[in-house]
T-cell receptor, first 113, second 119 residues
Framework: GNSVTQMEGPVTLSEEAFLTINCTYT??????LFWYVQYPGEGLQLLLK?????DKGSNKGFEATYRKETTSFHLEKGSVQVSDSAVYFC????????????FGAGTRLFVKA | GAGVSQSPSNKVTEKGKDVELRCDPI?????LYWYRQRLGQGLEFLIY????????KSGLPSDRFSAERTGESVSTLTIQRTQQEDSAVYLC?????????????????FGEGSRLTVL
């Protein structure tokens, strides 16, 4: 079946450090891939997306590249800020038999000043 | 409304009681999802409605859980004979069906959630 696996958190970094949050997936067909973010006290919102292999999604300094050969969609940011502290969810959306969206378990990021 | 609306925002109930949670999706969104998020954990898929197709109920954890949707509008998630392990935030999301237009990428728009506490 379809599934998403993320690295476990929490991840604690100092401000301006480099961030990587790993995400791998298992899916039939050619899913779209997403990163959602949940800031403290707020609802989930889309951070970035990629709809086909080799696409790079980017937003707010975050990037992720859709790697079909490694079934991965790792999230990266070159220099994190305290305001990036949040929970990050990797997700896939199938395009066969409907457009069901499956989420990973989430990775909590703490950024210290 | 402008966004996905859920009610109630908070519900405290006693073990064994039934509860109903409501979701009003964004107008025109054909897809509607329910997820459960236990404290400090990820999103657990419950059920997915897409237009007039049969819903995908594969994530419902037991027969105490059910959901309905009226056409492409309001959805209700019902939990019968609630148990303490049902305590969680229940999130609803809606989206356009991707592929119908170039701009539709399947992004989900989430409500604020309904926090359920079973005593």
């Amino acid at each position: 079946g379809n599934s998403v696996t993320q690295m476990e958190g929490p991840v604690t970094l100092s401000e301006e450090a480099f961030l990587t949050i790993n995400c791998t997936y298992t899916a039939t067909g050619y899913p779209s891939l997403f990163w959602y973010v949940q800031y403290p006290g707020e609802g989930l919102q889309l951070l970035l997306k990629a709809t086909k292999a080799d696409d790079k999604g980017s937003n707010k300094g975050f990037e992720a590249t859709y790697r079909k050969e490694t079934t991965s969609f790792h999230l990266e940011k070159g220099s994190v800020q305290v305001s990036d502290s949040a929970v990050y969810f990797c997700a896939l959306q199938t395009n066969t038999g409907g457009f069901k969206t499956i989420f990973g378990a989430g990775t909590r990021l703490f950024v210290k000043a | 409304g402008a966004g996905v609306s859920q009610s109630p925002s908070n519900k405290v109930t006693e073990k064994g009681k039934d509860v109903e949670l409501r979701c009003d999706p964004i107008s025109g969104h054909t897809a509607l999802y329910w997820y459960r998020q236990r404290l400090g954990q990820g999103l657990e898929f419950l059920i997915y409605f897409q237009g007039n197709s049969a819903p995908d109920k594969s994530g419902l954890p037991s027969d105490r859980f059910s959901a309905e949707r009226t056409g492409e509008s309001v959805s209700t998630l019902t939990i019968q004979r609630t148990q303490q392990e049902d305590s969680a935030v229940y999130l609803c999301a809606s989206s356009l069906a991707p592929g119908l237009a170039v701009a539709n990428t399947g992004e989900l728009f989430f409500g604020e959630g309904s926090r359920l506490t079973v005593l």
